[in-house]
């Protein structure tokens, strides 16, 4: 799976961005998906993960009520829209194609391919 993630950018702090992952190279709906960040300096950190039908949703307690992810299979796109942005959500926004059950879904492990990220910037 070839996985195009784009949508970051500069914001001020309490602005919006929207993020969209473009997948190529397999079924799409065949496979969850999740979204991490990682910041200079820092371990790449869980932010949320969608189900194979974008029914269920999980979200790191960091970004809970701030972040909805969604998808669209038809397109074979996931979407990170974020709100409230805060400076310490600045970080490279990565996606992933999930495909170890056997583990939990905030643990990279469990995810096989990845997308090359996207800075979000936040201002104070």
């Known amino acids: 799976v070839q996985l195009q993630a784009c949508g970051g950018g500069l914001v001020q702090a309490g602005g919006s961005l929207r993020l969209s992952c473009a997948a190529s190279?397999?079924?799409?709906?065949?496979?969850?998906m999740g979204w991490f960040r990682q910041a200079p300096g820092n371990e790449r950190e869980f932010v949320a993960s969608?189900?194979?039908?974008?029914?269920?949703?999980y979200y790191s307690d960091s970004v809970k009520g701030r972040v909805i992810i969604s998808r669209d299979n038809a397109k074979s796109i996931v979407y990170l829209e974020m709100s409230s942005l805060r400076p310490e959500d600045t970080a490279v926004y990565y996606c992933?194609?999930?495909?170890?059950?056997?583990?939990?879904?905030?643990?990279?492990?469990?995810?096989?391919?990845w997308g090359q990220g996207t800075l979000v910037t936040v201002s104070s």
């Open positions: 992933a194609v999930r495909t170890d059950y056997s583990r939990h879904k905030i643990w990279p492990v469990a995810y096989s391919w």
């Open positions: 190279g397999r079924t799409f709906s065949d496979y969850g």
């Open positions: 969608i189900s194979r039908t974008g029914i269920d949703t």
